[in-house]
């Protein structure tokens, strides 16, 4: 599902598999979740199961995937990527640096907020553009609160491993599209409120409903020669 969101130039593997394959960890990964409970074990071998998936796709041998600050994922050298992982999926697209300076994926499921969560991501711009009823949702399909949600993180997954500077909600503002040909699927544009050296204040992602999920992408390109 989330190839349907990034360039080709981006390799993508996901799963809706629960479980990763016996010994697909790393031991040094491993010793990372050794004293977590089984849930987290088990998203934590998944995703990083797509990851060396997404690795062979570009030509790479199979590396662990270790975890900077915030969780940030260390990928090997000469790549980026990002990783997401939720209840029932999991997800990493990595690309080589010298065709993306960033990339940043996130999936959720399909389904409202809990409560007080929305006012507490969302800027009043947003609260304008968005009207939500009572379930979260402005468009049948669209629990939209999600998916500002899962736009922000994909904002946050881009923005972070350049800076290292800490991004909250109400520091990115989102705006979404629809594509002309269908209602749960669209572009969207985040204006952030900082600065950074070399970083852009505004950027583009694509976002898609499917499958009970609502999924988010961006990919920022490599920047100009000067």
């Given amino acids: 599902m989330i190839e349907r969101l990034l360039p ?3 390799a993508c593997a996901d799963t809706y598999e629960t ?11 491993a010793r990372l979740v050794a004293a977590s409970v089984d849930r987290r074990r088990h998203e934590f071998a998944a995703v990083r199961a797509c990851a060396r ?9 199979p590396a662990p995937v270790m975890t900077g600050h915030r969780g940030m994922p260390l990928w090997p050298e000469g790549t980026v990527g990002s990783m997401t992982h ?7 697209a990595l690309a080589r640096a010298s065709d993306v300076r960033a990339v940043g994926i996130d999936a959720e ?25 009572a379930d979260g949702s402005a468009t049948p399909a669209i629990h939209w609160d999600r998916l500002l949600f899962s736009a922000k993180e994909s904002v946050f997954k881009t923005w972070f491993p350049l800076t290292r500077i800490e991004l909250d909600f109400d520091e990115a503002e989102i705006e979404f599209r629809t594509s ?3 209602a749960t699927e669209g572009t969207f544009v985040a204006s952030l409120a900082l600065t950074a050296p070399g ?15 609502a999924v988010t992408a961006i990919v920022l390109p490599e920047a100009p020669s000067a």
Avoid: T
């Avoid at 479980?19 to 990964?29: C, K, N, R, T, V």
């Fill in 8 to 10: 080709a130039y981006v």
């Fill in 53 to 61: 998936r997404a690795m062979a796709v570009l030509g790479l041998p």
């Fill in 19 to 29: 479980d990763a394959p016996a010994g697909s960890l790393y031991p040094e990964e």
């Fill in 109 to 133: 499921p399909n389904e409202p907020l809990p409560p007080g969560v929305w006012e507490a991501i969302s800027v009043p711009a947003e609260r304008e553009r968005l009207p939500l009823g």
């Fill in 86 to 92: 939720c209840e029932g999926y999991r997800a990493a």
């Fill in 199 to 213: 970083m852009p204040r505004s950027y583009e992602g694509r976002w898609l409903i499917d499958d009970g999920f």
């Fill in 180 to 182: 002309p040909g269908g």
